[in-house]
């Protein structure tokens, strides 16, 4: 029943069309809508899953690529590499805290001014699995693990998501949907850095090009050129003769390069279509929640949802942020530091959506300068958590995403000062955020009186 449980939960698709499917039926939509709403909302994640698989698939290489031509060794930060090496031995605390955790999200969504749904499924899973962790090695187990883990767990799904809105609403253009994916301070600090290197910088979005070179607006063909520049050069890197042994499968090396940095921008384009359908049956159906049972409640979700609001940014976010994971790596070297190697994948998924935060808020160098910061963040930030998850033997791998570096540092280091000072903790930050709800009902008085 757990792993059935875990399995709804985690996937992203059927956790959206669950919430659909009970936003259209407690707003008593005929029949024909809840299923032609349900139904679309499901296929637009699968959608956005689909494009997403495309992209891991033609960026992994990348990391081998990297590894073999410049010979860097290191920690790669891996959420699923982790998240499998303590499944073994977390796995029923870290599908309870799950469950109950969304249920502590609608409770603090529905008492606190914090009106978010937090509705990216796996980033919620492999947060419960870090917290049952760190609270384990704390000294929990049993009722109390759980209980205090989704408390914990509730917390995190409207705070996170509160930190990114007033970027959200820049971005959208409305207040709308809402922002669900565990690298909250990377895009936070992307964002504040537009704001003060932007001025006057435009966006990423407008390009004045020579008529011969027009067709670089189109995002897929810049996307698919500047990838088989970088996959072209690392080709040589790391040597045709090697590709062709070990990677392309007998594929010419250079067509493999191409055939990678076009399926790279695939991805892009079939994630972007995806969120378009998404985003137009989403919305609505939530509307019948926020009516009942959170008012005036928003669906926070995944990254890539930002994605089509400034798709030259997607890019430029990524190529930065890689590249400030790059320099931060040769500054832990100079140090004689663990290697933090740079994951291809999440400096894709972070740096591109850290592109478009800083975008947002500071135009082209926001995005760059933005985008460069998160990479250097995500880097340092996993670094420091590799302490706290290598007494428990996982000093190999680690989170790979900021906002989980800077709950598991808070978590572990509570959990070093004992179960009190967890207990302690967390029952202050809950106190805090149900006080905004108390807090929010006395303004509109405050002002009629003034």
């Given at each position: 029943m757990l792993h059935f449980i875990t399995d709804i939960l985690s996937t992203p698709a059927i956790l959206i069309g669950l919430v659909a499917l009970i936003g259209l039926t407690i707003q008593k939509k005929p029949s024909?809508?809840?299923?032609?709403?349900?139904?679309?909302?499901?296929?637009?994640?699968?959608?956005?899953?689909?494009?997403a698989g495309?992209?891991?698939?033609?960026?992994?290489?990348?990391?081998?690529?990297?590894?073999?031509?410049?010979?860097?060794?290191?920690?790669?930060?891996n959420n699923e590499a982790i998240y499998a090496t303590a499944m073994a031995e977390f796995g029923a605390s870290t599908s309870l805290i799950m469950a109950f955790g969304m249920v502590a999200n609608i409770f603090f969504a529905r008492f606190s001014k914090f009106k978010y749904i937090f509705l990216t499924g796996h980033h919620t899973l492999y947060m419960a699995c870090m917290i049952a962790i760190i609270l384990s090695v704390a000294g929990f187990s049993g009722v109390s693990m759980v209980v205090l883990g989704s408390v914990t767990?509730?917390?995190?799904?409207?705070?996170?998501?509160?930190?990114?809105?007033?970027?959200?609403?820049?971005?959208?253009?409305?207040?709308?949907?809402?922002?669900?994916?565990?690298?909250?301070?990377?895009?936070?600090?992307?964002?504040?850095?537009?704001k003060w290197v932007g001025k006057g910088s435009k966006s990423t979005e407008e390009m004045n090009l020579p008529k011969n070179l027009v067709f670089l607006r189109d995002s897929s063909i810049s996307i698919s050129l500047t990838m088989a520049v970088i996959y072209l050069v690392l080709v040589i890197a790391a040597g045709p003769e090697y590709v062709l042994q070990n990677m392309s499968g007998g594929q010419n090396p250079i067509v493999y390069a191409l055939m990678n940095a076009i399926g790279f921008a695939a991805g892009v384009f079939v994630i972007l279509q995806g969120v378009r359908l998404v985003l137009a049956e989403i919305v609505p159906a939530f509307t019948g929640i926020s009516q009942k049972i959170v008012p005036d409640a928003k669906p926070a979700l995944d990254c890539p949802i930002v994605f089509p609001y400034a798709q030259?940014?997607?890019?430029?976010?990524?190529?930065?942020?890689?590249?400030?994971?790059?320099?931060?790596?040769?500054?832990?070297?100079?140090?004689?530091?663990?290697?933090?190697?740079?994951?291809?994948?999440?400096?894709?998924?972070?740096?591109?959506?850290?592109g478009v935060f800083g975008n947002a808020t500071g135009g082209r160098r926001g995005a760059a300068i933005g985008a460069f910061a998160n990479g250097i963040v995500i880097t340092f930030l996993t670094l420091w958590l590799l302490p706290v998850l290598g007494d428990l033997?996982?000093?190999?791998?680690?989170?790979?995403?900021?906002?989980?570096?800077?709950?598991?540092?808070?978590?572990?280091y509570l959990a070093m000062a004992g179960k009190e000072a967890v207990v302690a903790g967390v029952a202050i930050i809950a106190g805090l955020v149900l006080a905004t709800n108390f807090m929010h009902k006395k303004t509109p008085n405050t002002a009629q009186n003034h």
């Amino acid at each position: 029943m757990l792993h059935f449980i875990t399995d709804i939960l985690s996937t992203p698709a059927i956790l959206i069309g669950l919430v659909a499917l009970i936003g259209l039926t407690i707003q008593k939509k005929p029949s024909s809508d809840i299923i032609k709403g349900t139904v679309k909302t499901v296929l637009g994640f699968i959608v956005i899953g689909g494009g997403a698989g495309i992209l891991v698939n033609a960026v992994t290489p990348m990391g081998e690529l990297i590894e073999e031509g410049f010979q860097l060794h290191g920690v790669i930060p891996n959420n699923e590499a982790i998240y499998a090496t303590a499944m073994a031995e977390f796995g029923a605390s870290t599908s309870l805290i799950m469950a109950f955790g969304m249920v502590a999200n609608i409770f603090f969504a529905r008492f606190s001014k914090f009106k978010y749904i937090f509705l990216t499924g796996h980033h919620t899973l492999y947060m419960a699995c870090m917290i049952a962790i760190i609270l384990s090695v704390a000294g929990f187990s049993g009722v109390s693990m759980v209980v205090l883990g989704s408390v914990t767990l509730g917390l995190i799904m409207v705070i996170f998501p509160a930190m990114a809105q007033p970027f959200m609403r820049k971005i959208t253009g409305s207040d709308d949907v809402a922002f669900a994916h565990f690298s909250t301070v990377g895009y936070v600090t992307a964002g504040l850095i537009g704001k003060w290197v932007g001025k006057g910088s435009k966006s990423t979005e407008e390009m004045n090009l020579p008529k011969n070179l027009v067709f670089l607006r189109d995002s897929s063909i810049s996307i698919s050129l500047t990838m088989a520049v970088i996959y072209l050069v690392l080709v040589i890197a790391a040597g045709p003769e090697y590709v062709l042994q070990n990677m392309s499968g007998g594929q010419n090396p250079i067509v493999y390069a191409l055939m990678n940095a076009i399926g790279f921008a695939a991805g892009v384009f079939v994630i972007l279509q995806g969120v378009r359908l998404v985003l137009a049956e989403i919305v609505p159906a939530f509307t019948g929640i926020s009516q009942k049972i959170v008012p005036d409640a928003k669906p926070a979700l995944d990254c890539p949802i930002v994605f089509p609001y400034a798709q030259n940014a997607v890019l430029v976010g990524f190529l930065c942020s890689f590249i400030g994971g790059l320099v931060s790596m040769a500054l832990l070297g100079a140090m004689s530091m663990t290697l933090i190697l740079p994951g291809v994948v999440p400096h894709f998924f972070t740096g591109a959506t850290a592109g478009v935060f800083g975008n947002a808020t500071g135009g082209r160098r926001g995005a760059a300068i933005g985008a460069f910061a998160n990479g250097i963040v995500i880097t340092f930030l996993t670094l420091w958590l590799l302490p706290v998850l290598g007494d428990l033997g996982f000093a190999n791998t680690t989170f790979s995403d900021s906002d989980f570096a800077v709950t598991g540092i808070f978590l572990g280091y509570l959990a070093m000062a004992g179960k009190e000072a967890v207990v302690a903790g967390v029952a202050i930050i809950a106190g805090l955020v149900l006080a905004t709800n108390f807090m929010h009902k006395k303004t509109p008085n405050t002002a009629q009186n003034h």
